[in-house]
């Protein structure tokens, strides 16, 4: 009879240690999630960053839909130095600029940036064949924390914020809260000097806009 029992015992005290050995992994795997969610920030889908070595302020957009970050590059330039490629071009912290406020040299809301060329990136663009564009390396900070990211380079002046963030930097480093902006960093002051007049509702990807839309919320369509 004790034979019989051990017999039957057997299978179950085998299907209980696949159970044990099945929690204990889901467990493990939870502990890792709940570790990786915690070490990640909350940031608002706007943000403020910093670019180094000039700390120039600028604001962010953080879109979980473009893959690749993309910065905002005036009269890009390339040239050789120390065998290398490297490219040179013009950022401003405000979209809006005049050209003058470029060639002026005069403006602080203009710095010249040169640095390796890291790679060229096929850019994918909805309903348009795809567009080659160079790709940088930048050094940035935000919310106080230094990063490293690869930028396009592309002219931004349609779009109200020069710095986009895409997933590829994102996902080791923030979850979006799409309801929320600068939760992390303070609001740049609004700046109405050195400015162009506002560009028409098409051209700000805003036609289908209701008027008591947040400013913040408009299109950004093309990355």
């Given amino acids: 009879m004790t034979n019989i029992i051990c017999l039957l015992m057997k299978p179950l005290?085998?299907?209980?240690?696949?159970a044990l050995m099945f929690m204990a992994t889901s467990?493990?795997?939870?502990a890792d999630n709940s570790k990786e969610l915690s070490e990640k920030v909350i940031l608002g889908w706007?943000?403020?960053?910093?670019?180094?070595?000039?700390?120039?302020?600028?604001?962010?957009?953080?879109?979980?839909?473009?893959?690749?970050?993309s910065?905002?590059?005036?009269?890009?330039?390339?040239?050789?130095?120390?065998g290398d490629r490297w490219v040179r071009f013009q950022f401003a912290n405000n979209t809006r600029l005049k050209a003058s406020?470029?060639?002026?040299?005069?403006?602080?809301?203009?710095?010249?940036?040169?640095?390796?060329l890291t790679r060229s990136a096929l850019i994918k663009h909805h309903k348009h064949s795809s567009v080659e564009?160079?790709?940088v390396t930048l050094p940035f900070t935000l919310n106080?924390?230094?990063?490293?990211a690869e930028f396009t380079l592309t002219d931004r002046s349609k779009f109200l914020y020069p710095v986009l963030l895409g997933r590829r930097f994102l996902k080791n480093v923030a979850i979006v809260d799409p309801g929320n902006t600068f939760l992390r960093t303070r609001t740049i002051p609004r700046e109405e000097?050195?400015?162009?007049?506002?560009?028409?509702?098409?051209?700000?990807q805003n036609s289908t806009a209701s008027p008591t839309q947040n400013k913040n919320e408009k299109a950004d369509i093309a990355q």
């Fill in 13 to 18: 005290t085998r299907c209980l240690l696949v």
């Fill in 27 to 30: 467990q493990l795997q939870a």
């Fill in 46 to 69: 706007i943000e403020n960053v910093h670019l180094q070595p000039s700390n120039l302020k600028a604001k962010a957009k953080l879109d979980t839909g473009a893959k690749t970050s």
């Fill in 71 to 82: 910065i905002h590059a005036k009269n890009i330039e390339f040239f050789e130095k120390d």
């Fill in 101 to 116: 406020s470029y060639t002026s040299g005069k403006s602080k809301k203009v710095i010249t940036i040169e640095t390796p």
């Fill in 133 to 135: 564009r160079p790709v």
């Fill in 144 to 148: 106080d924390v230094e990063y490293e």
């Fill in 193 to 204: 000097s050195d400015t162009a007049e506002p560009a028409p509702e098409q051209n700000s």
